[in-house]
């Protein structure tokens, strides 16, 4: 690549660290500054805000066309930097030694940027194929700015054919990863005093029995490993991340509240897992009812992204080989919204510059040649589409 398109890379990524989209504030600003660069190109974008307001999502358009094409997708909120402990302001980008430290240079405002200095080549390339971006608000925190996208993109039927996710991945192409999806169980049931539990709704112990259950599905997950899964582990998980509840030895506990997660290798392990939690928890209230009315369980979806499921006909797979010259392809333990735009038909990769080893840590950087190396597939579109047209 150019040193001096690598240079307007690294301008503009200076710019993106600057802007302190962490999840819990806005992105406004970063979404503005996004949008007036994708205009000047000449795409045609649409900000769209976020229902409850103050954080938005891009979609954009470059070429003439708004079905088909290629999607490059990437979120604009970043992890907290409280409690970490940063060498240098996290907001203030810093290069030292090839590398670019600064909160969000891998995850993933480093894609972003690449992104925006390639916006020459990428209007060369929407000659062949429209080349769309979406970018988003909230992922962090449970893909919720995707997860609004996506639904808008399904009533405006807004189809690109194939999406690049480019979360850090060392440049490496990964075809596979599980979904995440989280939930917050409340126990309500009734206090009193410790020496006469039975006439009580101890909310702890139905807790502890909801929380049986969940372990005993685990185990039943493993036994529906798919053949030749790749994953690891290669079935479906289930982990019990917190369990909060009571206020003494001798009081009974009238609240309880249980967080768990699972990791589903495909979406009919997601809804057993749901139909099985289902059932314990009509269950489990109906022997609560039995004591006293008053009780109940209240289960609350965090967030529920599917995971991006490997196929055996890939044309985003095959279309980053090409231009990255890249053999293989990869599965991950972590996700990304990449299953969400899978859901809309599309086919889906994962491949972006910087490392997940890096991310969400004290003194995260991307590397000059990362960013290098990300800026050339981009470079490489032109051709590549126009091969295919």
Known sequence: MTPARLDHCKEILERLIAFETVSTDSNFEMIHYLAGLLTESG?????MTSPEGGKANIFATLGESRQGGLLLSGHTDVVPVEDQAWSSDPFKMVEKDDRLYGRGTCDMKGFIAACMASLDVLKDASQYQPIHFAFTHDEEVGCLGAHTL??????????????????????????????CCEYTVTFSGTDGHGSRPEIEVNAVEYATQYVTRLLEVR????ARAPEGSQFVPPWSTINVGALHGGSAHNVIASKATL??????????????VKDEMAACQNALIDRMHSVSSKADIHLEIIGETPGLEPMKNNEARDLVSTLTGANGSDLVPFGTEAGLFQGLGMDVVVCGPGSIE?????DEFVSLEQLDLCLDMLARLPRALAASA
Request: glycine share 6%.
């Open 219 to 222: 185990k039943e997950l493993e």
């Open 259 to 272: 967080e768990w997660e699972t990791r589903p290798v495909n979406m009919a392990d997601l809804n057993y």
């Open 43 to 47: 795409a045609t974008v649409d900000v």
């Open 150 to 179: 996506v639904q808008e993109m399904r009533e405006r039927d807004l189809r690109p054919r194939l999406a690049i996710v480019g979360e850090p991945t060392s440049m490496r192409i990964i075809e596979g990863h599980k979904g």
């Open 358 to 362: 890096q991310a969400h840590k004290a």
